[in-house]
């Protein structure tokens, strides 16, 4: 005859129950979160070559119209094919975009042990063209500690940081884009930030930031497609870090965000 089970016994048989339940429906949904950014990634693709495959065809007929106008276009058909050709511009910029943006979940992660002040100096460089002609003083941490990550995708992340920095800044003299880091409250992280004096933006509007084709400013202001910070986010996050935007108005922004530490 088995001795009798103990309530202390008990207690221990249902909380490694209840264990074993959390753990297989964290598991599945694990499973099902990544089937839905499996998804979400081929839908991207999808659209962007079909929006690509219509976007050919109304460059063809705008060819077509200016050669049927050519020796005599009035100036309201110049500017009609001007919009046209423009906004087809505009699209394969965006459709470029959203294909980079869908093909990082596809992207296997390369990580490596990196020095991010090696990757900040090369974006600088890349930059060079943008920062031309203009007094920018740049604060760079040299003591920031090794990390652990894809070297391709964390120079992209950094590019897509510097570049924003570098435009929101330009009513600017002198510029000041302060890139250091602090430690995390988590473990095995490093906080990293981007802080630039620059316009800054609406605080009640920053959950926009960091989503496809979102602009806080107007395009007639400064240019680009709202994608910068979208794929800055996803980088991150690829990592397993997270990515927050601090600002106000004519008060400039910081952009904090964690990438793993080398071990």
Known sequence: MSA????????????????QLARQTQQQLARQLAAAQA???????TVSHDLRANLRHINAYAALVREELEGTPTN??????????????????????????????????????????VLIEEVRQQL????????????????????????????????HLLSNALKFTRPRTPAVINIGWQAAAEDGLCLLYVRDNGVGFNPQQQDKLFHVFQRLHSANEF???????????????????????EGAPDAGCCIRFTLPLAV
Request: hydrophobic share 45%; proline share 3%.
């Open 4 to 19: 009798p089970v103990s309530p202390q016994e008990q207690e221990l048989i249902r909380l490694q129950a209840e264990l």
């Open 39 to 45: 998804a979400l990634g081929d839908f991207a693709y």
């Open 76 to 117: 309201d058909a110049v500017t009609y094919l001007a919009t046209v050709t423009n906004a087809a511009k505009l699209m394969g910029q965006q459709i470029d975009g959203l294909m980079a943006w869908a093909q990082l979940d596809r992207v296997a992660l390369d990580a490596t042990t990196l020095n991010l002040c």
């Open 128 to 159: 060079a063209r943008e920062a031309a002609g203009r007094q920018i003083d740049w604060q760079v941490a040299t003591d920031v500690p090794p990390l652990r990550g894809d070297a391709a995708l964390v120079r992209q992340l950094l590019g």
């Open 223 to 245: 240019e680009g497609q709202g994608l910068g910070l979208a794929l800055a986010r996803k980088i991150v996050e690829r990592h397993g870090g997270s990515i927050r935007a």
